[in-house]
């Protein structure tokens, strides 16, 4: 038997109840549905092909934005709205709901969650929270633990672990009892539903775990794409037994659409979709009142349909599109009545007029890795990144220092994961922005307060010809004069022999997450430097200098980032001829 299990992901406590009761309740009712059917089949005699076993809840922070103590306070908020929802309350078995406190995931509209974090938070959620849930009836004798009131995923015994493609194949040899579950992953799309940045940095996560983390092949039958993963018991992870317990998943992510304009969302919407439905339901009624007067009752078995109700689920025939629809405002007002820290005036206002509270509509996110078969190659089975998007000018602005092959070369060898799939923007130029520190600083200051204006990457073009910069993780005027732990900052020489070869990063201090790491800015002295933070540089050099307004700039030996001289010359004292600072756009697709 094939099971489904839905896993919803989202940002914050509170997500669930503002965004996606409708796709809930929805679910839950199919549940109950197929509950019967199974009753109804048992009693014949025999069990339904497939079945929706789960519905589960991952939530990838606790909501401590304002203060630490709203973190436990949160958490059990939302407890109390899913179980009001139907989710996650003890009497329910097939719904599990978590909460994670991760220290690299907070609450903030300035925070940025790496999409591989993100990515295999969730993997280590389905290892060891759905795996063992939708398999307690399965090929697992030992049935786990089913409290859905676990905070800590950690604390759930670890007795499954993922598989690679070819200890897969490898084991097919041998007896093998496999479970098939279609997980079917639902979050934000990728504008965040409202825009918030950790809602992006969701679905960014998600998707890098759909595109990169799954193996993705082509169905046989059907010329259709396929994310799968692989889990067997961890008994036979160290062995090589012929007999394996094993969970087949197939993996698909759906998406909530995001409605833009304000008014189509708390208004317009009800002249689309409830005014029309409601004129169709008054006709209908009438057609049956018409029906029976005239002796409907007496006719053939014959007759009209059955009137349509507005809470239904509609599918495409494809399955790409899914719209969940209900009528029950007091239910969702109920729900985040049980937010009582978040329930404030203005989203009192949104359960009443939102389309959220009674519509959602869902979208089938594509595979954008290639597809491979059985046979390719396990190097092949790594997709490579598409060329980065960089933010168009004004025709009369100057050329980018580096070409696309150079930029894409630094996106794979500089910057985090997290920042792979963002657009490029030039900030400042010194060629198209002028010598001036103080607009210099202005520039990059207006950047910072932008969403995901942390991260910078500076890009010089030296007096010798040589390429260097450094990748900023924090802005760089935080505030003037002062100093701000970088661990996540590194320095990079690029590198071309000739026109023809492919640009060569070399990366220092990238893999070295060091607290002594310091970007320093100062504006009295019109410097910018990367290095271990002593800005009168007697304790050890700085790794790369730009001074007096970007006329020179300096690079030495730097223990912080361990680096050699960025430059060829031997004293690492060079002219400046170009200047360039790319930031990295967020919640712009």
């Given amino acids: 038997m094939t099971k489904t299990v839905w896993l919803l992901i989202t940002a914050h406590p509170d997500d669930e109840s503002m965004f996606f009761i409708p796709t809930l309740r929805s679910l839950l009712n199919t549940i109950n549905q197929a509950n019967i059917k199974t009753v109804a089949a048992d009693a014949d005699g025999r069990r339904p092909s497939d079945d929706i076993s789960s519905i589960q809840l991952l939530c990838l922070s606790n909501g401590d934005y304002r203060d630490a103590s709203d973190g436990p306070i949160r958490t059990k908020e939302m407890y109390r709205a899913c179980s009001l ?7 329910d078995s097939a719904a599990t709901v978590t909460v994670l406190d991760e220290n690299r995931m907070k609450d903030g509209p300035n925070e940025v969650w790496s999409c591989d974090l993100v990515s295999e938070t969730v993997l280590e959620h389905i290892r060891k929270r759905v795996a063992p849930i939708a398999c307690a009836d399965g090929i697992t004798s030992s049935k786990p633990k089913r409290d859905c ?25 041998g007896k093998e009892s496999k479970q098939t579950i279609n997980l079917n992953l639902l979050t934000f799309d990728q504008c965040g539903v409202s825009r918030h940045p950790n809602h992006v940095d969701t679905f960014r996560g998600v998707q890098y775990l759909l595109n990169e983390k799954c193996y993705v092949t082509r169905d046989k039958v ?69 029906y029976f007067l005239i002796g409907g009752l007496t006719w053939s078995k014959g007759g009209p349909q059955p009137i349509q109700q507005f809470s239904m689920t509609k599918t495409t025939s494809d399955g790409s599109n899914m719209q969940c629809r209900i009528m029950d405002p007091i ?20 359960v009443i007029f939102s389309r959220y509270t009674y519509i959602n509509d869902l979208q089938k996110l594509p595979i954008d890795q290639p597809l491979y078969d059985d046979g390719d190659d396990e190097e092949d089975d790594i997709a490579s990144l598409p ?64 969403q995901g204006g942390q991260s910078t990457l500076l890009i010089v073009k030296a007096s010798g010809g040589d390429m260097v910069g450094g990748f900023a993780d924090v802005p760089i005027p935080l505030v003037s004069n002062s100093t701000d732990n970088a661990s996540r900052s590194c320095l990079f020489k690029l590198q071309v022999e000739k026109e023809c070869e492919e640009p060569v990063v070399k990366v220092y201090g990238k893999d070295c997450f060091s607290s002594s790491k310091k970007i320093l800015f100062s504006g009295s002295r019109r410097m910018v430097a990367f ?10 050099g700085f790794g790369l200098c730009l001074s007096d307004g970007f006329a020179r700039g300096t690079t030495a030996r730097c223990m912080a980032f361990r680096n050699e001289p960025l430059v060829s010359d031997k004293d690492g004292v060079f002219e400046v001829l170009d200047v360039e600072v790319w930031g990295f756009v967020f919640g712009q697709f």
Avoid at 150 to 159: F, I, W
């Fill in 85 to 91: 929802i139907g989710v996650g309350n003890r009497k």
């Fill in 149 to 173: 009131m676990l905070s800590d995923p950690s604390k759930e015994t670890q007795s499954w672990v993922f598989m690679e493609k070819k200890t897969v194949q490898s084991s097919k040899s």
């Fill in 222 to 290: 059907e010329p259709m794409a396929m994310a799968k993963l692989w889990l067997c018991h961890e008994r036979h992870a160290t062995k090589n037994d012929a007999d394996t317990d094993s969970i087949e998943f197939n993996i698909s992510v759906h998406t909530l659409r995001t409605i833009s304009n304000p008014l189509q969302k708390y208004f317009l919407w009800v002249f689309v979709d409830i005014i029309p439905f409601l004129f169709m339901w008054l006709f209908e009624m009438l057609w049956h009142l018409v």
């Fill in 331 to 350: 239910l969702v007002w109920m729900a985040m009545a049980a937010h009582h820290s978040q329930f404030v005036w203005y989203r009192r206002l949104s």
């Fill in 387 to 450: 060329p980065v998007v960089t933010m168009k000018e004004e025709e009369t602005s100057p050329k980018f220092l580096l070409d696309p092959p150079q930029i894409d070369a630094l996106r794979e060898a500089v910057l985090p994961a997290g920042l792979h799939h963002r657009p490029w923007k030039r900030i400042y130029s010194l060629s198209r922005d002028g010598d001036s520190f103080v607009a210099f600083q202005k520039i990059m200051e207006d950047w910072s307060r932008r």
């Fill in 531 to 540: 290095g271990g933070g002593y800005s009168d540089g007697l304790d050890e």
